[in-house]
């Protein structure tokens, strides 16, 4: 792969300290709002402040230290960075549900704004599954099937948006998938399986794309390996997305028979027999 020089140089222990403050805060502003939040209200999972510690520190390692370093001249390093940058990283966060965190700790007056944004149009159109897997997917194709992933690794700025791009697509593609986090505009389970296969299949396609056709200035041997580990490592991460979506349904479908056998009994009506079956 080129070697850009801009991006070559390797960073001092001090300046990737420094660089890991953002990460280190976001850490300790979720435990400081669980503690909080456990003050006043039923505990919080451990799980999910596991799961936020995991995601960031995930995200914190595509964007700093040795494998960042690596990005730029490797293009497997590269494909690890995008699966946490992309896929891994926003999934944990999803898990650790930090707006349900935030409403439960913020003041009254804050968790109204931010319960107002959360039904605004724009977030009904932003996570609508449709337009989540666009630009989730889309943004990945259009980054290796064109320059766009050679010019990155010479312009810093181009560099950083399409990182950004990276990870707010992936989480916002996750959540449109799974709901954890309170959702205002939710869409049917069928919907979201759909799109959530086609997004499967097009990051299928894509990785087996780029191992017959590696991107710009990437050699045969790297994008062969980077392709396998964006295959097998995006299936992976996928699965535990089908995992979740699929429980979720199933939970909510007993959840709603069991409810309607309730109310036929306090009706004094027997369950029908087809119920029954199930």
């Keep these: 792969m080129h070697h850009h020089g801009a991006f070559h140089e390797t960073g001092s222990s001090f300046d990737w300290l420094f660089l890991c403050i953002p990460f280190v805060l976001l850490i300790i502003l979720y435990i400081v709002a669980v503690i909080y939040s456990n003050k006043k209200y039923r505990k919080w999972p451990a799980y999910r402040t596991l799961c936020w510690i995991a995601g960031v520190s995930g995200i914190a390692l595509a964007c700093i230290g040795p494998i960042a370093e ?46 107002k944004f959360l039904k605004s ?46 990870f ?27 799109m959530l296969i086609l997004a499967m299949a097009a990051h299928s396609i894509l990785s087996k794309w780029i191992y017959a056709h590696p991107p710009t200035g990437v050699e045969t041997m790297d994008a062969q390996v980077g392709g396998m580990f964006m295959y097998y490592g995006g299936d992976a991460i996928d699965l535990i997305i089908v995992i979740v979506l699929c429980s979720q349904y199933f939970r909510g479908r007993i959840g709603k028979e069991i409810n309607t056998n309730i109310n036929l009994k306090e009706a004094g009506t027997k369950p029908t027999s087809e119920m029954k079956s199930r």
């Design 168 to 194: 707010l697509a992936g989480y916002v593609f996750t959540v449109s998938m799974i709901y954890i986090d309170p959702t205002p505009h939710r869409t049917s389970f069928y919907l979201r399986s759909t």
């Design 70 to 115: 690596k990005d730029h001249t490797s293009f497997q390093a590269h494909m690890f960075t995008h699966l946490l940058l992309g896929m891994l990283g926003p999934l944990l966060l999803v898990f650790a549900s930090p707006m349900r965190l935030v409403l439960r700790t913020a003041p009254v007056k804050i968790a109204r704004v931010i319960t």
């Design 121 to 166: 149009r724009y977030v009904q159109w932003i996570t609508h599954p449709i337009l989540a897997t666009v630009l989730n997917v889309g943004g990945l194709w259009v980054l290796y099937t064109t320059g766009l992933y050679a010019a990155m690794h010479s312009i810093f700025l181009l560099y950083v948006l399409v990182h950004l791009h990276v």
